[in-house]
């Protein structure tokens, strides 16, 4: 995972209907914000989301923390 949570992107955040294998741009930007950390990832180095849930991750080990505790919850 690249170390992005002390540097912002440029331009403004994008809003994102995530589907399964893609996404359509409801707002156009330059980038998302992980849901799990809250690190902004840039929208070319987007790979990982929940279309169930809609949300961005910032990368594979992040979805697969949000999958397990999503899964244990009560």
């Known amino acids: 995972m690249k170390d992005t949570a002390s ?3 440029s331009g403004t955040e994008a809003h994102l209907h995530y589907a399964s294998g893609s996404y359509q741009v409801v707002k156009p930007g330059a980038w998302v914000t992980c849901a ?15 279309f169930e849930r809609q949300e961005a991750y910032a990368d594979a080990k992040t979805a697969s923390l949000a999958w397990s505790r999503r899964n244990n919850e009560g």
């Open 7 to 9: 540097v912002r992107p």
């Open 36 to 50: 799990v950390t809250g690190v902004p990832i840039p929208i070319e180095d987007l790979r990982y989301w929940n």
